[in-house]
């Protein structure tokens, strides 16, 4: 089990907090594995760290090249991967 540290925005880091947004996918650039824990650190728009952060253990992860959001270049190298957010730990 790792700690794998992410930013996130504040409008899907309160939803986050909320509960309302159980998942997370992100460009697939990095490892992480069921059981590991991802900690998300809330960002301003401005990339400055507002001082929140929030933990999870990272359930199921999918990976995938399939869906369209992200560069082409960065999808066609690294996929995607999406965590599911099972339990937070903080």
């Known amino acids: 089990m790792k700690i794998v540290a992410k930013k996130s925005y504040p409008d ?12 997370d996918m992100r ?8 059981g590991d824990i991802l900690e998300q650190i809330e960002i301003n728009y401005d ?12 359930g199921e992860v999918l990976r995938t090249k399939e869906i369209d959001f992200w560069k082409q270049e960065d999808i ?3 996929g995607y991967q999406v965590m599911s957010l099972a339990e937070r730990v903080d």
């Open 12 to 23: 899907l880091f309160e939803k986050v907090l909320a509960g309302e947004k159980t998942f």
């Open 27 to 34: 460009v697939s650039d990095f490892d992480i594995q069921p």
């Open 47 to 58: 990339g400055t760290p507002t001082g929140r952060k929030v933990r999870h253990i990272v």
């Open 76 to 78: 066609d190298q690294y």
